[in-house]
């Protein structure tokens, strides 16, 4: 097993929560390496938070490879994920693998698809070659034209039920983490305990092994958030407190400061 990996799973045991955020240039990377964070998710959140789209679905994987190199530049220690993008996967196992290997030829440590108990066999495929898989379940962001819009799931007894069997099957072909999106904080307490396999929480309560926050939420920079996610600072205000006194010093000839010969 990974290093970096078996470090997160004894944490698991022994209840040592970890930290994630999303990261999608070399800067952004830095700045967490610098600051302590655990790992990094080049996800195909970009599409949204960068690109401005209004869903994930347009990302291909030439960008997700391309964001994944200058991410793993500065990510230091940090353990390094990478969305596999819609329609790169899907079709089966060799689909998912010849994906992957692109993702893992420019850095990245481990691989998230999305999907419940149907992926399991493509899991099992990858994992079985090496590849470490990072699963996602719950609120699936590339599934969102089939949900209609950005739900939470697993909140009845029938579809409960069915997220723990999902994360079980995941876990048993050799996922080596799982992601829980947006489902009831008891439902994503339950599968902690359930898996041996850390999980990685986002708008799933307190009680998974890791949370994960997109970079650009956390920073207050997004143009909208999820209502689960927290601004740690408001900074779209401060970059534009910053823009506004340069056009201002450029305006009284305040820059750049004479020089005297």
């Not at 992957?100 to 399991?120: F, N, P, S, Y």
């Not at 034209?145 to 995941?170: E, I, K, P, V, Y």
Request: hydrophobic share 45%; proline share 5%; net charge negative.
């Amino acid at each position: 097993m990974h290093k970096k990996i078996a470090r997160w799973v004894q944490d698991k045991q022994n209840g040592i929560k970890r930290a994630v955020v999303t990261a999608y240039d070399y800067p952004l990377a830095c700045c967490a390496a610098a600051a302590g964070v655990h790992g990094v998710l080049v996800g195909d959140s970009l599409g949204m938070v960068v690109t401005g789209a209004d869903d994930t679905l347009g990302v291909t994987l030439e960008q997700m490879a391309y964001h994944t190199r200058m991410v793993v530049r500065g990510a230091g220690d940090c353990l390094v994920f990478a969305d596999l993008p819609f329609g790169t996967y899907e079709k089966g196992p060799e689909q998912a693998w010849d994906a992957a290997a692109t993702l893992l030829r420019a850095g990245a440590d481990v691989i998230k698809l999305e999907g419940g108990a149907e992926m399991a066999p493509t899991v099992a495929f990858c994992a079985e070659r090496g590849v470490n898989i990072c699963a996602h379940i719950g609120l699936t962001p590339q599934r969102v034209r089939q949900w209609g819009s950005f739900q939470q799931q697993g909140t009845d007894a029938d579809s409960a039920r069915r997220l723990q069997a999902d994360a079980g099957a995941l876990a048993e072909a050799g996922a080596r983490f799982v992601v829980l999106e947006a489902v009831p904080d008891a439902l994503a307490a339950d599968i902690t305990r359930d898996i041996a396999i850390p999980t990685i929480g986002i708008g799933a309560g307190p009680d998974t092994d890791a949370q994960v926050l997109v970079m650009h939420d956390l920073l207050g920079i997004s143009a909208k958030s999820p209502p689960f996610a927290r601004r740690y600072i408001e900074g779209s205000q401060i970059m534009r407190d910053a823009l506004a006194e340069y056009v201002r010093d450029v305006g009284n000839n305040g820059f750049p400061p004479r020089r005297k010969c």
